[in-house]
T-cell receptor
Framework: DQQVKQNSPSLSVQEGRISILNCDYTNSMFDYFLWYKKYPAEGPTFLIS?????DKNEDGRFTVFLNKSAKHLSLHIVPSQPGDSAVYFCAASAIHETSGSRLTFGEGTQLTVNP | DTGVSQDPRHKITKRGQNVTFRCDPISEHNRLYWYRQTLGQGPEFLTYFQNEAQLEKSRLLSDRFSAERPKGSFSTLEIQRTEQGDSAMYLC????????????FGAGTRLSVL
């Protein structure tokens, strides 16, 4: 039962263009969503998050959009840079559960930004 | 600024041996999590501590696995009688808890069971 899905295993974009990474979830209890970036041989690094009470959150070149009715979120990176090449994970949690807010991750999308 | 530290980074062991991994969280973080990641997958939750109390365990955590967090500081994850299926990256994360519970990850311990 994959509650968080990233349907694109890989994405390739040109430097300077927009990268759009997508994520779908099924559990309606999820109310907080995060994106992590992972380089080889390193742990996931937190990028940006969004609460379910919002539909958009921006931080510099990164913007996350949330469509609750569609249970879909996306990460936009603009402009894309070669250093953005990494695996991007979408994660979700149910903040207000008493369970400690474990993260449920998608499978990841490998982003390659070509110079 | 000290992040989450994990030791060792790599561990190679023979099937049937016991292994222990250590995680040092960010010092002011009271929550500590263990996850496991296999090739091509995202991290999967194993267990969670609030201070020294282990409050949740995943079904993935068989009885060969045990985790501790004495005094609410560092944590250890022990795997007894390792099997080849235990080969994975073991990730530790820590957080301050609510309201956002953003989890910060260490670099992980890569376990190879031969």
């Amino acid at each position: 039962d994959q509650q968080v899905k990233q349907n694109s295993p890989s994405l390739s974009v040109q430097e300077g263009r927009i990268s759009i990474l997508n994520c779908d979830y099924t559990n309606s209890m999820f109310d907080y969503f995060l994106w992590y970036k992972k380089y080889p041989a390193e742990g996931p690094t937190f990028l940006i998050s969004i609460s379910s009470i919002k539909d958009k959150n921006e931080d510099g070149r990164f913007t996350v959009f949330l469509n609750k009715s569609a249970k879909h979120l996306s990460l936009h990176i603009v402009p894309s840079q070669p250093g953005d090449s990494a695996v991007y994970f979408c994660a979700a949690s149910a903040i207000h559960e008493t369970s400690g807010s474990r993260l449920t991750f998608g499978e990841g999308t490998q982003l390659t930004v070509n110079p | 600024d000290t992040g989450v530290s994990q030791d060792p980074r790599h561990k190679i062991t023979k099937r049937g041996q016991n292994v222990t991994f250590r995680c040092d969280p960010i010092s002011e973080h009271n929550r500590l999590y263990w996850y496991r990641q296999t090739l091509g997958q995202g991290p999967e939750f194993l267990t969670y501590f609030q201070n020294e109390a282990q409050l949740e365990k995943s079904r993935l955590l068989s009885d060969r696995f045990s985790a501790e967090r004495p005094k609410g500081s560092f944590s250890t994850l022990e795997i007894q009688r390792t099997e080849q299926g235990d080969s994975a990256m073991y990730l530790c994360a820590s957080s301050l808890g609510l309201p956002k519970n953003i989890q910060y990850f260490g670099a992980g311990t890569r376990l190879s069971v031969l």
